[in-house]
Nanobody
C-alpha cells in the first residue's frame, strides 16, 4: 500500500507564491523508481495534469503553468514538491499528488489552493 499526503495549500493573493509538498509512505515503498505528478481539479472541471517529474529528473508542465511552477523531488525523504509562483485566480483548485506503479494509480486527498484578492 502507498499513502500520499499533500500539504501547503491555502489562500494567496494574485501574484503570490505557495509551495506544495507531497509525503509518500508505505511499508516497502520508495518513490525513487517512479514518476511523481501533480494534478489539479477546479470546481466544475475535469482533473488536469499540471506537472510530472520522472525518476531521472526530467520534468514536464502543462502550458498554462510553464515558467511559473516548478516540480521537484527528494527521493531520500520520499517527498515531491510543487513550487508555484506568480499565482493567478485561474490556478484556484484542489491539488493532488499522484504516483503510478504498474497498473495502479495512487492519489492523496488533495490540498486546496485559492488565489483571490
Amino acid at each position: 500500500q502507498v499513502q500520499l499526503v499533500e500539504s501547503g495549500g491555502g489562500l494567496v493573493q494574485p501574484g503570490g507564491s505557495l509551495r506544495l509538498s507531497c509525503a509518500a509512505s508505505g511499508s516497502i515503498f520508495s518513490i525513487s523508481p517512479y514518476a511523481m505528478a501533480w494534478y489539479r481539479q477546479a470546481p466544475g472541471k475535469q482533473r488536469e495534469l499540471v506537472a510530472t517529474i520522472f525518476s531521472g529528473g526530467r520534468t514536464t508542465y502543462v502550458d498554462s503553468v510553464k515558467g511559473r511552477f516548478t516540480i521537484s523531488r527528494n527521493n531520500a525523504k520520499n517527498m515531491a514538491y510543487l513550487e508555484m509562483n506568480s499565482l493567478k485566480p485561474e490556478d484556484t483548485a484542489v491539488y493532488y499528488c499522484n504516483v503510478a506503479i504498474l497498473a495502479d494509480n495512487y492519489w492523496g486527498r488533495g490540498t486546496q489552493v485559492t488565489v483571490s484578492s
